[in-house]
């Protein structure tokens, strides 16, 4: 049985023994901080419980589990600086507590450390894992640059964005558990469906993200709600409003209402085309198509159980 607070007690042990002794303290002092404003620690967690499902020993892939919630919290530390963000897990961003330039050296500094500790005692899996740690990356680059480069464009589809999202963050679930499964040496059929378990997992998780960017509880979300329209970002409400309703949704961008009202009126314009509702059901769809990638895979019945809770329960969460 799947024993979530074990492995989640087993990453952050991992995570608070990390050595920072080698070069400045400057450097460093940053990734500290990023790694113990905590998180859901997500992306190890799956790691870990796909490897332990699969027959292996999660203690054994705790590097690969700390490598890649490293790397996520590079990607998140980097993101801060484009987006100009003020606040990360209810705390003030890198770059605003230090500067840009520290941010962007710390984050440098972690990638070359997740990148090691992917590689750390991963034995005959090497190469397997270095490519696709290698290949996930690259995706997430690509991801990060659609995104911005959609901030510009007012044509964007939700194919596309669908697409994006699927780069900037699902592959990189979608690699957690195929890691997990590489370290315990599951078959290539069982890693593969663990990947698209993943994948569609991380595609319920980023439009329930983007669904709290505007209709979430900042005490509980952690960070400023209304974000994406304050900065009209195409996220799946926007973009299906801007097709549906685009005369209405020019009209408030005419208006240079104040940050306040412009969330109101965005938000009730989402409300009035049944938006919100709509997100939810495609985002418990997406949960349901993970759970379905489960069918042949070989586990325990509680193994089952416990991925199928959590992608249900990521759908439907509040923060």
């Not at 796909?50 to 919630?69: H, M, N, R, Y």
């Not at 690509?142 to 596309?160: A, H, I, T, W, Y």
């Not at 989402?270 to 990638?293: H, N, P």
Request: glycine share 8%; proline share 3%; with cysteine.
């Amino acid at each position: 049985m799947i024993d979530k607070e074990k492995l989640t007690g087993l990453i952050e042990d991992a995570i608070a023994g990390l050595s920072y002794d080698e070069g400045p303290q400057g450097l460093f002092a940053p990734v500290r901080y990023t790694l113990e404003g905590g998180g859901k620690r997500l992306r190890p967690l799956l790691l870990l419980s796909t490897c332990e499902a699969l027959g292996g020993d999660p203690d054994k892939a705790i590097s690969q589990a700390v490598g890649l919630e490293m790397f996520h919290n590079f990607t998140l530390l980097h993101d801060d600086v484009m987006d100009n963000a003020e606040v990360r897990r209810g705390r003030p961003t890198v770059h605003r507590r230090w500067n840009p330039s520290v941010a962007i050296l710390s984050g440098d500094a972690m990638l070359t450390m997740a990148t090691e500790l992917v590689c750390k005692d991963s034995g005959a899996h090497l190469r397997e894992v270095l490519d696709l740690f290698n290949r996930t990356a690259m995706e997430v680059y690509g991801g990060q640059q659609l995104d911005m480069e959609f901030e510009n464009r007012r044509d964007v589809s939700v194919k596309e964005y669908v697409e994006m999202i699927r780069l900037k963050t699902s592959v990189l679930l979608a690699c957690a558990c195929k890691l997990g499964a590489i370290m315990a040496g599951a078959s290539e059929k069982d890693a593969d469906a663990m990947y698209s378990y993943g994948e569609k997992l991380g595609l319920a998780f980023q439009l329930q993200d983007d669904n709290l960017d505007t209709y979430g509880d900042p005490a509980l979300f952690g960070k400023e709600i209304g974000g994406d329209i304050i900065n009209e970002k195409k996220t799946w409400l926007w973009i299906n409003a801007a097709q549906r309703a685009p005369r209405e949704l020019q009209h408030i961008l005419d208006k240079k209402l104040t940050d306040y009202l412009k969330i109101q009126e965005v938000r009730s314009l989402y409300d009035s085309l049944g938006l919100k509702e709509e997100a939810a059901s495609l985002i418990k769809s997406y949960a349901e198509q993970a759970v379905e990638a489960l069918a042949g895979v070989n586990m325990a019945p509680d193994s089952r159980e416990f991925f199928t809770s959590l992608a249900m329960r990521s759908a439907a969460r509040s923060n």
